[in-house]
Every structure is written in structure tokens, then in C-alpha cells.
């Protein structure tokens, strides 16, 4: 149990594009889930934080209105990276957690962004 | 606010050695400590963590961690190491009513045969 879904796995897409990723729980419903980078060889640092049918939670130097979070139902969060820039070229990875179990926060396995 | 600080950046063990990781936290409560293993391109896999109680606590793999609060730490081991164990390894910490988690570093493990 406590599965999450990514998608896609990698992308690759030229600079000033924008790029969706999804984050989907597959076997339980995701009151919260968290969007995080991850650069090389580095940690995992938190972007933000989304709850079901609310706005996001975004950490503080992370630009809200380039990566556009939203979490319509209990099942799906997207984070979409507005007018990509290379720099912008990282490891996203998702994780959520339940009601009653906001602790256990449960991974996805991450998608690799190319931005050329 | 919380940190964690894992002080190795990576750490080779032979296979069927055993292994220890350090992890010391700061946080003016008591946390919550979480261990992940990363592979390669692959998201986080929880490990262990503590919550309260027993201070030793078991995880999948045949690892477990200890509490110490006198030392803030909460380090992992395993008796014997498996040329699959090799992967990054995060000690993580949250605080009670908090869901967000602060990550360490990581600690890089790399196995010889």
C-alpha cells in the first residue's frame, strides 16, 4: 500500500516552454502533498506544500507563479513549471500523506528535468 | 526550527560488515526522526522512524535506529551490509502538529566486495 506516482519519469523540453508533472496516490487519498527539489548529490528541499482543494504553501525564495501547484482532488497534485529556464533543469520529486497519518509522508519516484 | 546534520557525506563498508550512520538533529521539543534510502534516479523509500516510545526502533532491511536524547542523535545501523544496500541514506526530522520534514544531506554508502 501507500504507492505514489509520478509523471513522466524524465522530460526534456527547450527553454521558455512549460513542463506539467504529475503526482498521483494510487492506493489512498492524499490530503496533503509536498512538492521537492532535489539538485545533485544534494539534499531534498521542500518547495511547497499543497492540501486538497486549497492553495499551495510555498517555501520561503521559491516563485509561486513559476511552479504552479495544484491539487484538485485527493488523488492528484500537479506541478507545472512556468517559461522553463535551464537553471531550472533538477530532480522533482513529490511525496503525500493521509489524514490521521500526516507524518508518513510517502515518495514518488521522481522526475528528472531537462531544460536545453 | 529544526536541522539535521549528518556528518558523512559517504562511507564504504564491505559487504557483511556491519554500518552504522551518524545522524544529530536540533529541535527544542521532541521530534519526530525519519531514515530514507534513495537508489539512483529514484525517489525516497522509508526505512524506520520514531515517533515515541522504545528508542530502538526496526525498519525493512534489517535496519534499525537508535533515539538518543541526551546525544540529539538518531543513528542507523545494520549488522551486515548487503552489496544492495548501496544507495544515499537521509535522516530526516519533523515536529509534532507539523507535517513538513527538514532532510540532512545524506550520507552516501558504497559497498566492497
Known amino acids: 500500500g501507500a504507492v505514489v506516482s509520478q509523471h513522466p519519469s524524465r522530460v526534456i523540453c527547450k527553454s521558455g516552454t512549460s513542463v506539467k508533472i504529475e503526482c498521483r496516490s494510487l492506493d489512498f487519498q492524499a490530503t496533503t502533498m509536498f512538492w521537492y527539489r532535489q539538485f545533485p548529490k544534494q539534499s531534498l528541499m521542500l518547495m511547497a506544500t499543497s492540501n486538497e482543494g486549497s492553495k499551495a504553501t510555498y517555501e520561503q525564495g521559491v516563485e509561486k507563479d513559476k511552479f504552479l501547484i495544484n491539487h484538485a482532488s485527493l488523488t492528484l497534485s500537479t506541478l507545472t513549471v512556468t517559461s522553463a529556464h535551464p537553471e531550472d533543469s533538477s530532480f522533482y520529486i513529490c511525496?503525500?500523506?493521509?489524514?490521521?497519518?500526516?507524518?508518513?509522508?510517502?515518495f514518488g519516484p521522481g522526475t528528472r528535468l531537462l531544460v536545453l | 526550527a529544526q536541522s539535521v546534520t549528518q556528518p558523512d557525506i559517504h562511507i564504504t563498508v564491505s559487504e557483511g560488515a556491519s554500518l552504522e550512520l551518524r545522524c544529530n538533529y536540533s529541535?527544542?521539543?521532541?521530534?519526530?526522526l525519519f531514515w530514507y534510502v534513495q537508489s539512483p534516479g529514484q525517489g525516497l523509500q522509508l526505512l524506520l522512524k520514531?515517533?515515541?516510545?522504545?528508542?530502538l526502533v526496526q525498519g525493512i532491511k534489517g535496519f534499525e535506529a537508535e533515539f538518543k536524547r541526551s546525544q540529539s542523535s538518531f543513528n542507523l545501523r545494520k549488522p551486515s551490509v548487503h552489496w544492495s544496500d548501496a544507495a544515499e541514506y537521509f535522516c530526516a526530522v519533523g515536529a509534532a502538529g507539523y507535517s513538513t520534514l527538514t532532510f540532512g544531506k545524506g550520507t552516501m554508502l558504497l559497498v566492497s566486495p
Open positions: 511525496s503525500a500523506s493521509s489524514v490521521g497519518q500526516e507524518m508518513s509522508q510517502y
Open positions: 529541535y527544542g521539543a521532541t521530534p519526530y
Open positions: 520514531y515517533f515515541s516510545g522504545d528508542t
